[in-house]
């Protein structure tokens, strides 16, 4: 489990990792290789989740909205290495932001090295940096998914880059970087930094901006279900780098990691595919897929610290939770078009609580304490996105302008915005 | 001449095309559309139900010489029905047809068919 | 090649690996890096998989056939890690199944190691485990595609879950671990227990399912080729995974087994190529992509075992074994939707017993009755699948059903039992 | 940087690693398994390709030209271990080509070691041979981009099969094997040796097949975009293995090649999207996705010997650099059907020359030396390919012919050639 | 009876359909279409202007009862205009109609659109 | 006024586009279609030749005032065919057009077309 976090510790806390100290202990090639291996598997979800989101919305939209992927790694991918690893995991300003100069463009990092999980062995800097940027991008890449089908191209770029800015950076800084609730709340692979931020975020941008014309009199049919679950499969494979690469280490805490990663996933599949089976005598591919992420995203905080039986509890509920929170905006009636908050919110929250009962280890400071830093990170990611996600939604809005006019929106964000078709395949040429 | 229009449900695209065969008629064009009428299909979205506001029809375009308009009715009607009839198996419209012509061969008329 | 089993062994025989010893050898972070990232590689062959099945079907039966590989995912990703890895790599009762108390749910194995290929250095358990459940999820997957276009969902997810624990576990612990063939058949990678089984078993549902409608009078065009041909690409990366994953070390044997399994899969796209350009004047992307999966599977026992001019042979031979095979198929007229046995069967029969032709060491027990174990090998896996896949499918059928009726079968699997359609792309939304 | 090249140099230089030296190293399990999982990654490039040339034909030509890629695989991968690897890494003979009989079908290789980068370790020789082959079979398969859709597929098979032979294989004997350029010009992962002789290659190719029939009169539309850009995500994630890979280690130089590939492409797709932001008031998916590659393409060379700033400047710029060589060609009205001169060639040269303005040592020349040697890369790789390329040409066109006739190019290649089509679910079926 | 097509712009289909609706006409067949007109497209290529040759357009074949045709020609023509109308907002054509077979019942003519 | 149907071969398009432009004619919508006529078409599916039992056209729709009828019609025949003409290039029906409505400016009749 993240609870001791080497990587970051030996980066922010002068004591525990000298150079010097660093520098002594052997290379790591095999951690090396698996992060590396880890940080490629991450990018991939990348393209995954633009498959996954982009098969789901209607082909007018399809590649505005993966372009919402790929813009976050354009983008995140440039503020990162200037400015988002220093304040993510600069030594602390008041245990909510960190800075070091020295990090900013990387500059101080060209050739530093980081103890592993158990600080026996050493890796270089920057294949952490890269791993925690991989990080950085997808998480507004999901809150895209809220918004989708009606938020213009600029304004969108323009929010995700100050989000990242003042709801990642910190966020990381605070769950993971030495910030206040580091080493307190059990989160490997961003349960709380991750998931429940962008969930809670694509909440209240979907509040924001209002439905969709037409929802939810007007049916809106996936126009690709084919690619979503392609994407849906690349998102698993991608997510095993997510959660095992969290353990910076390439041994035991990594295995567990990945299996628990599977296991769960499995069973967040199996249990959706059930409940539909149940309850309409169908079974459909996009509950299927739906079930996978579930699982997927309550584990994330969890896979270093259940063991098989919790993962399959943590999968197999959070496909429940996921399907009542569903049923639930459906009966409210607002719009979160891909359901950002149903899945990675709601699934975030259940993993992030729900671990405490199948950890493997009694926690240090016991179950009930535990369960409070747990409870207190959901309130800490979700209190701060919400609200920040809200400034940014009207600071965005006022000055350049976030939804999309009407005619635009009616015509399509990929011939409005981008003059492009999608699938020129089914026009004759 | 008559050009005879059908719209029908994909599923019997199969059983129409041989019931038009076996009723002789062999030339035909078809393409996919989407329909409203007066049928509902219902569909799955992460475990809700929701309703197609359109739905996949296949439309069939078959241009026939005058002997040949009621039975190729005749044929889609028994072949493109579920059961005995339901509810979206689809329409047929007949509309005057007034020149065919093959190009390969540039004839006109009832041959060109 | 996978004569000496270490991972396997070692945890079977207590006097081989003790745990004491097992512990005294150092931790190999290179070797589980490579599992870990071959365990990502071979998951991403159930995307690829139901990218390349899928796009094969009519468009009506995309989703559900896509399904298949997916909820192979889900069932035995669940079925593995709760009984699956006990049956087949506990200690061996009787050479035909594995029981490990401990071993179910994985309660036993959450900290152990096993050590590697050559037993210098050790790796965490779960590595291996879930490296084999990936192997475990993809061969019912495979089977899939001989009934694909015609198989009820519920019947088919019963299925593969019997046939996991029916076939699938007794055969892999025969072969591999610890089983009466351990240590005779030469299969690195699963030729007998993976695509002999699936081959046979799919052949065996195809005749007793019956053909769909309408076959093979009416041409059944595939709907996206352009999907499965990029599904054959993510095969071929997965395949390194499944291969030289399988040397569980990451060293000498296994950069041959990666180095054998590229050359055959190339030689088997272009001795396909050159087949239909002599034969038709036309070289198709099916025929291209059907040859890569012949050259892959006929490599896959002895990816470990030959040198390149032997991977070239039997790479290049399989493309004609396939080819014929599915002749002759469409010379008997049975219905093998995907030709689950004229790819699978076919050039894993080839690969099994080809290979010992072609070894780079004289077997220990020389060539005949090397030749003989690999014959006992085919025969047993075929046999044993056989007979039991068709208990199985007489049970099934007659207590839930496997077959679509004539109408759910017409209107397509997507509609009928998902709910759903592949592309909305191609109506007008 | 390349510039030590120690595993060519291992494999040439008896003085430098006789096998008794290298067997007296450890073996490097962890740069195993990178290089292992590199060469996956690279192999991912391959449907990549595909599916990114592929989406940009029009509908008719998709199965063609994604075969393009696969082809490139079958027949590459069959003659790199054939010859292919002796020609490029076999002793030098008179500084342009190598040659070892010993190469030859890979026979002498079997079970030698070479050194990693900093020659404290080893790996096994099959694994930088695979990674180097995945580099062979990537270059011709560039190529085909600039002929899409108006080439036929025999002539295009012998053509790459020859330009293997006399073009790539000189080339990287040259530049990295131990030829006269090699430690000289900086080429970290192939500027010159892949994306100048390919980029040469495909305008010189362009310019002798003459415009697409219609071309530029009709427009032609990309056939499927969202497949465009899931193939840019897979070659991001590819171009990981192949930058990162190119290190043949697991360590500090590999992590920050990893990082400079990352930073290069998202300052690519960055900087074209503020292009055509301001220049058309829309940004393109098409567009995001050419910086992406100009980005990605820049780096090449560069990656292991500059920091994030000149990684940032490179990829930024390299945009601006392939979107006025597009502007050009659209000028001058020739057809490089996928621009492939336009992305590889421009940001090839761009890259090679400009990374020496922001190297992160002095180069131990001196700036003005080693600008010399960039540039004489250029003009080697490119003089080298643009001659070898037109003589190639005529070849092929005079003998078995290269250029489609009009009725089939009208036609489409899926249908005329290959007696397929692309998408049956277009069609009523 | 008459048998009208319409060629709209594929951003107006929801719009028109609701007009539609709002006329008493709630069956309607829709397909897509490319159409070549007056109008003209920009679409993007690799920071090029080009000019699609042929714009994707969504054509709706509609068969009514007489009296229905012109409050439908009126309902689309009021929904389909982009602003005051544009060009490329598209065209109505109306056909004879011959005859009507719904294919569930065998209703023939009238009662059947 | 007509209605023009035409069903051609996919690779014909574009020539036949030129060829009526050269007639005169800018304006046409354009689907796809499957067609069954008596041409056969050879597809390979894993090194078996299999006969395609419905083959892709394009269906071209062209409204035009009655002078241009014969023109439209000669030059589509013209381009269309494949050398002297082949099984399987194609067909064209004309019908009677009543009404034509622009949607943009309200036109109606043959200044609409
Ligand atoms: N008046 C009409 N104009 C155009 N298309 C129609 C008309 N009526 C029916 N259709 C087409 O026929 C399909 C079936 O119609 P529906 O009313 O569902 O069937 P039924 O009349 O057999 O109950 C519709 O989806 C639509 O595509
Ligand atoms: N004479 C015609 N025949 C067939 N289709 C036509 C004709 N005129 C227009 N269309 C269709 O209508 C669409 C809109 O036509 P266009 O001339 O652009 O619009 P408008 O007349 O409103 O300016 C065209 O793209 C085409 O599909
Ligand atoms: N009577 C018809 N009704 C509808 N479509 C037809 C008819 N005859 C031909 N077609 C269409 O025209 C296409 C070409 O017809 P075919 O008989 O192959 O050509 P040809 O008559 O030139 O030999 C067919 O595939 C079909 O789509």
């Known amino acids: 489990m993240r609870l001791s976090l080497p990587a970051a510790l030996a980066v922010l806390s002068p004591s525990l990792a000298l150079a010097g100290d660093v520098m002594a202990l052997p290379e790591d090639t095999g951690a090396t290789a698996w992060m590396l291996a880890s940080t490629a598997l991450v990018l991939l979800m990348v393209p995954g989740l633009a498959m996954f989101y982009g098969g789901l919305v209607r082909t007018k939209n399809v590649l505005g909205t993966m372009m919402h992927s790929f813009a976050a790694m354009a983008i995140i991918g440039v503020l990162w290495p200037i400015i988002g690893y220093a304040m993510a995991f600069g030594p602390s300003v008041g245990g909510v932001v960190g800075w070091d100069a020295d990090k900013v463009l990387l500059s101080g990092i060209d050739t530093t090295w980081i103890p592993i999980l158990d600080e026996t062995r050493r890796i270089p800097e920057y294949v952490f940096t890269m791993f925690q940027g991989k990080f950085a991008i997808i998480t507004p890449a999901l809150i895209a998914g809220a918004v989708a089908e009606r938020v213009r191209f ?101 295995a567990q990691a990945l299996t628990m990663t599977q296991i769960a996933a499995s069973a967040g599949a199996l249990t959706w595919m059930a409940l539909e089976g149940l309850l309409h005598r169908k079974v459909s591919s996009l509950g299927m897929v739906s079930g996978i992420l579930a699982g997927l995203v309550a584990i994330t905080p969890a896979a270093g610290a259940v063991m098989p039986l919790g993962a399959l509890a943590l999968g197999g509920l959070a496909s429940f939770v996921c399907y009542g929170a569903i049923a639930m905006k459906n009966a409210l009636g607002y719009d979160d078009t891909l359901d950002v908050f149903g899945i990675h919110g709601a699934a975030g929250i259940f993993g992030a609580i729900g671990l405490t009962f199948v950890l493997r280890d009694t926690p240090e400071h016991g179950l009930w304490t535990q369960l409070w830093f747990q409870v207190k990170g959901v309130l800490v990611a979700g209190g701060l996105s919400a609200v920040a996600t809200l400034v940014l939604l009207v600071l965005v809005d006022k000055t350049i302008g976030l939804r999309l006019p009407p005619r635009e929106e009616l015509a399509g964000m990929d011939h409005a915005l981008h003059g492009e078709h999608g699938y020129g395949l089914t026009n004759v040429n | ?107 006109v008329g009832s041959e060109a068919i």
């Open chain 1, 154 to 254: 600029g304004g969108y770029a323009v929010f995700i880059a100050l989000w990242s800015l003042l709801v990642y950076n910190p966020l990381a800084h605070i769950v993971w970087g030495g910030g206040f609730l580091t080493g307190e709340a059990i989160d490997l692979a961003g349960g709380t930094v991750i998931h429940i931020s962008a969930g809670v975020a694509g909440l209240v941008a979907a509040l924001y901006l209002g439905a969709r014309h037409g929802y939810p009199r007007t049916a809106m049919h996936p126009n690709n279900l084919v690619m979503t679950l392609t994407g849906a499969g690349l998102l698993w494979v991608g997510w095993f780098g997510f959660n095992a690469g969290s353990q910076v280490s390439s041994g035991l805490a990594t």
């Open chain 2, 1 to 107: 001449m008559k050009l005879l229009i059908a719209i029908i449900q994909p599923d019997k695209l199969d059983e129409v095309h041989e019931a038009l065969v076996a009723a002789g008629i062999t030339r035909i064009t078809a393409s996919r559309a989407s329909g409203q009428g007066r049928a509902q299909e219902m569909e799955l979205y992460r475990g809700t139900e929701i309703t197609a506001s359109r739905m996949p029809k296949v439309r069939l375009e078959i241009a026939l010489n005058d002997d040949f308009v009621q039975p190729c009715i005749d044929a889609i009607v028994r072949a493109a029905r579920h059961g005995d009839g339901e509810r979206g198996d689809g329409k047929i419209f007949v509309i005057p047809l007034e020149r065919t012509v093959r190009i390969s061969t540039g004839e």
